[in-house]
């Protein structure tokens, strides 16, 4: 009997998926080997080496491309959108089948907590293909205009973040619509692309229809630079979306990019606190704050600060962070040591501008890469660490006064993803709701995802809008959103 | 320089420099002020308080914590009988079990009181003897509480020289709920008085208030008034003890001890039958008031059916399968 509760480990098997020693690409509905030089893959809690993935150079994925074009022509374009639907809802009912097994590989190779990527990627991802399949013959009536066609080939990249979650966003409604795809996955999470890709063979999708080609930057820009693409689409760092759009530009091809943010989640003093302090830490340390949309800068209402920052502190001291592969871990591992490096980047430079640093006294394991949960205290807005976006477990807490004020430092950013408010007061809401120039605005939640919303951003975030009737429209010829 | 945060310092436990309830020693001085109080408390949201419930039920708790977990029960249940039917048979029975919740494993922890309604506190009190095991009566015309002061202070009074040192009292909702609060309160501050040396438990019988903000209400109106434990249900409305709800409760707790020092306890009753429930229970406690409340001092499981399936699951614990129903005692 020990003197507290002291949860024992409780881990997930990783005995249910069996990682081949190599992977290749997935072109035409095969596994081909790769030309480029083939890169490994690791665990970040464990910095093991999952396996030797193929690197796809300008000829593969010109192959991909060509045969998304052929099936594009041959056969998905072609076929009845009824009969579209149904391999869609097959992929949906295959992704809640195989759900365990992508939830295992997804923890493994991108280091978030199984309850995580078991409670929210996963079923979110089998969401994605179920929303979009039923809309794959009803696109008639989606208030898109009369008739609206496909664009064609699909070329599309991923980040590292949601990896399994980012495909479904791309693939589903560019299938439902009735193109082809050739994607992309992030360098170091490429795994689940390619268990997806198996069921992709297991729901009998005709080849060509979906390609997925692994590899860096190179093949990305591969993919955006072909001429016969005729959609791009990317989510990743604002600084790629760039060099992005400037490559796409003068072209035919339609673009859609989704980049980075640095959300506002304004704290009113008539909140409901102990939610409120739910919902920054969801906001923040959900997927380690590897989110664009994470509420990463909280403004609170002066009035309730210290009583706001004292629960807050006390909470993040209850965060479990560590095994991935534990059920109770609610923190896992950073993706990469670049991310790494960047977070401790950017927090020595909080400190050296004169912010507060604060962390729970956790233990870190000794191997992989890992980062505590952190709050800033006393942030100005003129500090970096309320500007850049450091896309990982770090909070940047400013205060404000009055209402006006909220609003004018939520939307003194460059970027423009998401933003939260927390009130009891309904009117306030939707008063403050409306002058946020955010994509989306959560009221009294945060980091809630639903195929049925459209998602997306204003300045630097990019544009271009996921999900919903609208996201249909990025793949649609001639529709407007 | 990084600030590692410190769990002690932020628990609040020390500001023993204020005299206690210091920061709210005017507020009962009306019933304007003590509304003006009450609804100036942090709302709830109804939403974020059931999913973070949820989130919380999610705790996988395997092998040594949960034979921790199973014991750490055991020891935190009042066992129950309140019913017209009850007989001074049936409340010996109850002793006994009390005393020896397992008879095949000698080693099971007893239980924390028996509880039972006043005229038969007596009879628990004799069959407990000097076991350490409290006896709790449930007085002020409980289920309901519609009687008089006069009745339910008398109630309150025949319990305690029944020999209860554990008074489950109830609260006047109709008066909660017409929002006449400061009644609600000085009627608490009467009870406990009444109690003496006994521990008062404050049922606020959260069924019948409905919303979690009269849920933070009415706790706080408890505490402030001197009860030592605030408490779900009285088992005889549906719904009673709610994981949100005990979320709730729990802040308000632990609220309450950072704010005056004071800790209050806290007891869920009715509707927990499983060992399932009793842990998320204690996942509950430790992750919003902390592990000083995961003690049978400051907290209670109020129920009649869990104790068996715990202790079925304390012998799956140590044998490695599961036995039926007639492996323990009915009562």
């Not at chain 1, 590292?160 to 795809?181: D, E, Q, S, Y």
């Not at chain 1, 302090?277 to 906001?283: A, D, H, L, M, N």
């Not at chain 2, 430790?286 to 012998?315: H, I, K, M, Y």
Request: with cysteine; net charge negative.
């Amino acid at each position: 009997m020990t003197s507290v509760f002291e949860y024992a480990p409780a881990p997930e098997s990783r005995s249910i998926v069996d990682i081949a020693p190599s992977y290749g690409l997935f072109v035409d509905g095969e596994f081909v080997d790769g030309s480029g030089e083939p890169m490994t893959t690791v665990n970040p809690a464990t910095e093991e080496v999952l396996t030797e993935v193929a690197t796809g150079t300008t000829a593969d994925v010109d192959r991909a491309v060509r045969a998304a074009r052929k099936a594009f022509e041959k056969t998905w374009g072609p076929m009845r959108p009824a009969d579209r639907g149904k391999y869609l809802f097959r992929i949906a009912r295959l992704l809640q089948e195989r759900a365990r097994e992508f939830a295992v590989l997804e923890s493994l190779d991108n280091g978030k907590p199984i309850r995580e990527s078991r409670d929210v990627d996963v079923p979110l991802a089998a969401a994605h293909f179920f929303y979009h399949a039923g809309w794959a013959d009803k696109l008639d009536w989606a208030g898109l205009g009369p008739g609206p066609k496909p664009l064609g080939v699909a070329g599309q990249v991923i980040p590292w973040n949601f990896p399994l979650l980012m495909l479904a966003w791309k693939v589903a409604p560019a299938l439902a619509t009735g193109n082809t795809v050739v994607l992309k996955p992030a360098e170091t999470t490429p795994l689940t692309a390619l268990l997806f890709a198996e069921v992709c063979r297991q729901a009998d999708l005709p080849p060509g229809v979906v390609n997925i080609v692994t590899g860096a930057g190179d093949t990305g820009r591969a993919v955006v630079e072909h001429d016969d693409v005729d959609k791009v689409a990317f989510t990743g760092s604002t600084d790629v979306g760039r060099q992005i759009a400037r490559t796409v530009a003068g072209t035919r091809k339609k673009l859609t990019l989704e980049l980075g943010g640095k959300a506002a989640n304004i704290v009113f003093d008539d909140a409901p606190i102990d939610q409120a302090v739910e919902g920054i830490v969801q906001g923040i340390f959900f997927n380690q704050g590897h989110v664009c949309c994470a509420g990463s800068r909280l403004l609170v209402q002066e009035s309730i600060h210290d009583e706001v920052i004292a629960s807050l502190q006390r909470r993040i001291g209850t965060l479990r962070v560590g095994d991935p592969l534990d059920k109770n871990t609610d923190i896992g591992a950073i993706n990469s040591a670049e991310q790494l490096a960047r977070i401790r980047e950017l927090s020595d430079i909080g400190e050296a501008e004169g912010a507060q640093r604060w962390q729970p006294a956790c233990e870190l394991p000794d191997r992989g890469y890992w980062f505590p949960p952190t709050v800033f205290t006393d942030v100005s807005p003129a500090h970096r660490i309320a500007r850049d976006e450091v896309f990982g477990p770090v909070l940047s807490v400013l205060t404000f006064r009055t209402p006006d004020e909220a609003v004018a430092k939520a939307n003194n950013t460059t970027y423009g993803l998401s933003a939260g408010i927390w009130s009891e007061k309904g009117s306030r809401i939707l008063k403050i709701a409306n002058q946020l120039r955010a994509g989306v605005v959560w009221a009294n939640t945060f980091n809630k995802f639903d195929p049925t919303s459209p998602f997306g951003g204003y300045k630097q975030s990019g544009y271009g809008r996921e999900g919903g009737r609208h996201g249909l429209a990025a793949y649609l010829e001639g529709a407007d959103q | 320089m990084t600030h590692v945060i410190d769990p002690d310092a932020l628990s609040g436990a020390t500001p023993a420099v204020r005299a206690p309830l210091a920061p709210y020693d005017d507020v009962t001085r009306s019933g304007a002020s003590l509304r003006t109080f009450l609804h100036g408390l942090p709302g709830v949201d109804q939403v974020g308080a059931e999913a973070r419930v949820a989130q919380l039920g999610t705790r996988s708790i395997k092998t040594t914590s949960k034979a921790w977990a199973i014991d750490t029960a055991i020891s935190m249940v009042d066992l129950t009988t309140l019913e017209g039917a009850d007989t001074p048979g049936k409340v010996r029975s109850l002793a006994a079990k009390a005393r020896q919740p397992d008879p095949s494993d000698p080693t099971t922890p007893r239980v924390a009181a028996v509880c039972v309604y006043g005229d038969l506190a007596g009879v628990a009190r004799e069959a407990l003897g000097d076991s350490g095991i409290h006896v709790a009566a449930v007085a002020t015309a409980f289920p309901s509480g519609r009687a008089s002061r006069a009745v339910k202070l008398a109630d309150v009074r025949d319990a305690v020289e029944n020999g209860a040192d554990e008074i489950d009292m109830v609260i006047d909702r109709g008066a909660f709920l017409a929002g006449r609060y400061l009644d609600v309160y000085e009627e608490i501050v009467a009870v406990k008085e009444t109690c003496g040396e006994a521990h008062l438990k404050v049922i606020l019988e959260t069924g019948e208030l409905v919303t979690l903000d009269n849920v933070r209400r009415a706790s706080w109106i408890a505490m402030l008034a001197g009860g030592d434990f605030i408490k779900t249900s009285t088992g005889k409305v549906s719904p009673a003890a709610t994981l949100p709800v005990s979320l709730v409760m729990l802040e308000a707790a632990r609220d309450f001890r950072a704010a005056t020092g004071r800790q209050v306890g806290f007891k869920p009753a009715g509707g927990i039958r499983t060992t399932k429930d009793a842990i998320k229970h204690l996942v509950l406690i430790n992750e919003t008031a902390g592990p000083d409340w995961l003690d049978p001092d400051w907290f209670r499981f109020g129920a009649s059916s869990l104790l068996n399936d715990l202790l079925l699951q304390r012998q799956k614990l140590r044998t490695g399968h599961y036995s039926g129903p007639d492996y323990v005692t009915v009562d």
